[in-house]
């Protein structure tokens, strides 16, 4: 898990918020969360400092601040595409592009067209800078074999409590996790 925190911090510091944002939603899930671990790491301070950036409370205002600062400098970054996708569908349902009046005559609205275009040549900007980063075969090999494919919620479940067995509150009847079933992979 230390290795995925390591990986979030070097993509935050490359400006890679969308890998930033998965790794994060990957340790926020009930099966890693619980673990011991975890709370130790996102109560470390560096951690709270990404996580206080990429935070969707106020509609991703620190991200979206961060993110600015970012683009004002010209430093070549990978936006979180999820926002991007949020913000265009609000554009997008906010009015329609075309009404009709009571005669049935069709008027485009173009001020909306032209926001959404805004919208979109200012989020494609990411594209225009050279991102120049090393490939490192040695990392992507660890990678790709550090994780095994996708797991159920269930599996990652019994995964967690292989590392770390649950805790039960005291009076409870069972002394096992819910699926006494666990075995390893």
């Known amino acids: 898990m230390r290795l995925w925190v390591k990986v979030a911090f070097l993509c935050f510091k490359l400006r890679n918020f969308v890998t930033v944002v998965e790794i994060m939603t990957a340790l926020s899930i009930a099966p890693i969360y619980r673990l011991n671990e975890t709370k130790n790491i996102i109560a470390h301070p560096k951690f709270k400092k990404m996580h206080e950036v990429m935070s969707y ?36 349902r906010s009015a329609p592009k075309i009404l009709l009046d009571n005669d049935g005559r069709k008027t485009v609205l173009y001020s909306k067209c032209v926001k959404i275009s805004r919208y979109m040549t ?26 095994p494919s996708a797991y159920d919620m269930d599996s990652l479940f019994q995964l967690s409590y292989l590392t770390q067995a649950p805790k039960f509150k005291s009076g409870s009847s069972s002394a096992s996790p819910p699926n006494s079933e666990i075995s390893s992979p």
Do not use: W
Request: contains cysteine; glycine residues 4%.
């Open 122 to 147: 200012e989020t494609l900007q990411h594209k225009r800078q050279k991102y120049e980063a090393k490939s490192n075969t040695e990392l992507r090999r660890i990678m790709q074999n550090c994780v």
């Open 57 to 92: 409370t106020s509609n991703y205002g620190a991200y979206r601040q961060f993110l600015k600062v970012t683009k004002e400098s010209a430093i070549p970054y990978v936006p979180y595409m999820g926002l991007i996708f949020k913000d265009l569908y609000g554009l997008e």
